[in-house]
């Protein structure tokens, strides 16, 4: 199916009309309901052990496949893995200052989540406890929540020829709800990811800072980058110590060395995010026809043949790339040079990381 067959099919189907009538965000800032009592968790990585018993809870208490090597193969944290729909949290080995230092990937559930601002039909809910939760009964398979995540988080599951859907860590949610403690959280048995209110968790953070002088970087990873998370990191210092620092830049080195992107500023992604598409109502739009919505729709109506789905990608490619040139070009002049930059940093990282995903789904289809 070439383009020009891609659109007439659009016309000729009412995917349009039924796009359409999904439900449409305004174009208006957009902000979720953070509560300030809402839970986090702190994951402390002078403490990880590397141990990966966190990813086998999460696959248990998840019903998610085994991998193909078992969680007690500690060699693969020397990969730079990443969370996929089939493990929603994985360890890796860093080096830090020159020492193996181990961080867990999952979920970092933002305080004002850019997944869910970028959600056309509103799959994703910012939970009072700070669960960020997706329900893929209105998802169409856009994938554009996996452009949008600053952490590159939601797994699109490939494998699935009907129906697929996007992934990510849950907070454990289910078991949030009961009153227990998510399963990962459980499992650490040296208690390097500690679960509570957010507001406490970083009081915790900062007495460690004052109890150990020279183990950490006094920068709590989360607190303030992306406009908040509900998870948070810790990390290491090379021994003197490094005193308040109270901007990424500054403890940039030990953050980036563990993996983490300390240029996310402290706007909401969620912001950056709903600005970029909402200040051209164009994109607002056709960007989810165009790149993902109605394709998806098209793929659970027909099977298409691969070499049209390599076809049909490339074309949505060519509109993604003039869509973000349009929107970056609107967030320069409405909202300055600077965040026209941090958002295109981050939907170039954001298109790079996809890209990947679905090198690897491909892959993953054989
Ligand atoms: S933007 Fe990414 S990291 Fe933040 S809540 Fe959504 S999926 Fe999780
Ligand atoms: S909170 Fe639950 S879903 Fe998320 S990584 Fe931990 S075990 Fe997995
Ligand atoms: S269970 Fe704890 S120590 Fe083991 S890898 Fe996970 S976070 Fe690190």
């Not at 099919?9 to 349009?16: A, D, P, T």
């Not at 460690?208 to 509900?230: C, L, Q, S, V, W």
Request: aromatic share 8%; proline share 6%; glycine share 8%.
């Amino acid at each position: 199916m070439n383009r020009r067959k891609f659109l007439a099919f659009l016309g000729s189907s009412g995917v349009v009309s039924a796009l359409a009538s999904v439900r449409v965000a305004e174009a208006a800032p957009h902000v979720f309901p953070y509560n300030e009592n809402s839970f986090g968790v702190l994951h402390d990585t002078t403490r990880c052990i590397g141990c990966r018993r966190c990813e086998a809870a999460c696959q248990a208490v998840n019903n998610l496949p085994m991998p193909e090597k078992p969680f007690t193969d500690l060699e693969v944290t020397n990969e730079r893995r990443r969370v996929t729909a089939k493990a929603w949290t994985v360890v890796n080995k860093y080096e830090v200052n020159g020492q193996p230092f181990f961080r867990k990937l999952q979920c970092f559930h933002c305080n004002d989540p850019a997944c869910a601002a970028a959600c056309f039909t509103k799959c994703y809910t910012k939970l009072p406890d700070g669960a960020v939760v997706y329900d893929g009964s209105q998802c169409v398979g856009c994938r554009y929540c996996m452009v949008a995540c600053p952490f590159n988080v939601p797994g699109f599951q490939y494998n699935l020829a009907w129906d697929p859907l996007v992934l990510k860590c849950t907070f454990c949610e289910p078991l949030l709800k009961q009153g227990k403690l998510p399963a990962c959280v459980s499992a650490c048995p040296v208690d390097a990811i500690t679960f509570g209110r957010r507001s406490d968790l970083i009081r915790v953070a900062r007495r460690r800072f004052d109890d150990h002088p020279g183990k950490y970087m006094n920068y709590i990873y989360g607190e303030h980058d992306a406009g908040g998370t509900a998870w948070m990191v810790l990390a290491p210092a090379a021994g003197a110590n490094p005193g308040p620092v109270d901007n990424p830049d500054t403890a940039s080195k030990e953050f980036k060395q563990l993996g983490l992107d300390t240029h996310l500023g402290n706007q909401p992604m969620a912001e950056l995010t709903y600005g970029a598409l909402g200040a051209v109502p164009m994109i607002v739009a056709f960007w989810p026809v165009l790149f993902g919505g109605a394709y998806a729709i098209t793929k659970r109506r027909e099977a298409i043949a691969k070499a049209s789905v390599e076809e049909a990608a490339k074309s949505a490619k060519d509109d993604i790339t003039a869509a973000m040139d349009a929107a970056i070009r609107k967030i320069e002049e409405t909202e300055g040079q600077a965040a026209a930059d941090r958002a295109r940093r981050a939907m170039t990282e954001a298109l790079k990381a996809r890209e990947s995903q679905d090198r690897q789904g491909e892959a993953h289809n054989g």
